[in-house]
T-cell receptor
């Protein structure tokens, strides 16, 4: 049973470019969470999605950031017009049921974004 | 508001000695508590969780954690540390009575020396 998959593992962008991060949840999981980890810090929640729905995006910056989880295919975290402060590790997690449950969130290996 | 604190940035232990990584939390409802471990340039791996029931929870790789409601703590322990346990450990909490998000501590770096 494959775990949570994320690609690319490393992404380098110049300021002003767009970054697209992809996440495929574990088989059977329909709930996806995105987190950002800045150097020397813990993970910060960004957004929680179910298939075709954004449930909670309270942790995501209002501008330049967007996320989707289409009916088919991976979840995408998109950062437009990247700035140096966007450099971080972005982790995706998935769970089989929603946040009301006590289910564990399982994490992918992360995408390390570097903005030059 | 919910929060979690890991008071130690780093813990140093000799191989074979017991280890403890501390975590305290604050939630308004019943806490769901988790420990994850992160190896360099890797994602987080789930170690164990407390939802309800027995206060002593056993997890992967010989780790265990004790839920203490009066002290609002959930310290991670292992009787005998291995060099391979050296990693970054994160405690996380969620308010079980709400649709709140998982809140992570800043992490504690564990260094086990031979």
């Amino acid at each position: 049973n494959a775990g949570v998959m994320q690609n690319p593992r490393h992404l380098v962008r110049r300021r002003g470019q767009e970054a697209r991060l992809r996440c495929s949840p574990m088989k059977g999981h329909s709930h996806v969470y995105w987190y950002r980890q800045l150097p020397e810090e813990g993970l910060k929640f960004m957004v929680y999605l179910q298939k075709e729905n954004i449930i909670d995006e309270s942790g995501m910056p209002k501008e330049r950031f967007s996320a989707e989880f289409p009916k088919e295919g991976p979840s995408i975290l998109r950062i437009q017009q990247v700035v140096r402060g966007d450099s971080a590790a972005y982790f995706c997690a998935s769970s089989p049921t929603d946040r009301w449950s006590a289910d564990t969130q399982y994490f992918g290996p992360g995408t390390r974004l570097t903005v030059l | 508001a919910q929060s979690v604190a890991q008071p130690e940035d780093q813990v140093n232990v000799a191989e074979g000695n017991p280890l403890t990584v501390k975590c305290t939390y604050s939630v308004s409802g019943n806490p769901y508590l988790f420990w994850y471990v992160q190896y360099p340039n890797r994602g987080l791996q789930f170690l164990l969780k407390y939802i309800t029931g027995d206060n002593l929870v056993k997890g992967s790789y010989g780790f265990e954690a004790e839920f203490n409601k009066s002290q609002t703590s959930f310290h991670l322990k292992k009787p005998s540390a291995l060099v391979s346990d050296s990693a970054l450990y994160f405690c996380a909490v969620r308010d079980g009575g709400s649709q709140g998000n998982l809140i992570f501590g800043k992490g504690t770096k564990l260094s086990v020396k031979p």
